[in-house]
């Protein structure tokens, strides 16, 4: 098995999902009760809500070459928003990062759909760390919700998932937003927040969800048991 470095703590419930969920399909393939090597960076989730972006690129970059430096063959950062990095680092660190967009791409190609919903906290949906990866990688279109229900999901996500906090009000809002994004032509959505998958595991809906955390964690199994 190979080595990963996960890059956590954005928010810390969601990295947890993500060693457990790891583990599980690593131990799923192979049979054992043996548990896979990682090597695992939490940071204080304030790098990320302070936005100030060439701070958040610089100790993203710390962080990977000391994931490197400990053995890590390849790194997942274990959060859709802080991807906005990505640009920033491939050239800098020697070994492979799992983009969280292409594993979504995996699997909506599994699917055969190519024009997506997405949802998450406003960086998430407006910014460059997903879509245009989507697009430009993969040929894969993406809607988000229109101006005032993005700033909602925003706080949702910031004041309540993130701190691990799940309400009905909360569920009943995303329900909508998810609606309304299949309404508008959605072949599917994606569940652009890591908490996502927590909030909403039981809610009623015939249509495609393509949850990252998941997805991602999938793609970082696969990765840990393919040696070639």
């Given at each position: 098995m190979r080595t990963l470095g996960l890059i956590g703590?954005?928010?810390?419930?969601?990295?947890?999902v993500y060693y457990r969920l790891i583990n599980e399909?690593?131990?799923?393939?192979?049979?054992?009760?043996?548990?896979?090597?990682?090597v695992i960076h939490s940071l204080n989730i304030e790098l990320m809500r302070r936005g100030n972006?060439?701070?958040?690129?610089?100790?993203?970059?710390?962080?990977?070459?000391?994931?490197?430096?400990?053995?890590?063959e390849a790194i997942i950062?274990?959060?859709?928003?802080?991807?906005?990095?990505?640009?920033?680092l491939r050239d800098k660190i020697s070994i492979p990062i799992l983009h969280i967009a292409d594993a979504t791409a995996q699997e909506a190609n599994r699917l055969g759909i190519k024009h997506l919903g997405l949802i998450g906290n406003k960086p998430t949906m407006t910014g460059d760390s997903i879509?245009?990866?989507?697009?430009?990688?993969?040929?894969?279109?993406?809607?988000?919700p229109d101006n005032f229900a993005i700033d909602r999901a925003h706080y949702f996500v910031s004041n309540e998932l993130t701190q691990g906090r799940f309400t009905e009000e909360a569920k009943a809002f995303f329900l909508e937003q998810i609606?309304?994004?299949?309404?508008?032509?959605?072949?599917?959505?994606?569940?652009?927040?890591?908490?996502?998958p927590m909030l909403l595991d039981s809610i009623n809906f015939?249509?495609?969800?393509?949850?990252?955390?998941?997805?991602?964690?999938?793609?970082?199994?696969?990765?840990?048991?393919?040696?070639?």
């Open positions: 703590g954005t928010s810390w419930h969601s990295t947890v399909l690593v131990a799923e393939e192979l049979g054992t009760s043996g548990n896979p090597p990682m972006r060439s701070e958040i690129q610089k100790r993203y970059l710390e962080v990977g070459q000391d994931l490197n430096r400990s053995g890590a950062i274990c959060a859709n928003t802080p991807h906005l990095v990505y640009p920033y879509r245009p990866h989507l697009l430009d990688r993969h040929d894969i279109s993406t809607i988000i609606e309304n994004l299949t309404a508008r032509g959605a072949e599917g959505i994606i569940l652009g927040c890591t908490e996502l015939s249509g495609n969800l393509l949850p990252t955390t998941s997805l991602h964690a999938k793609l970082a199994a696969d990765f840990i048991i393919n040696n070639n």
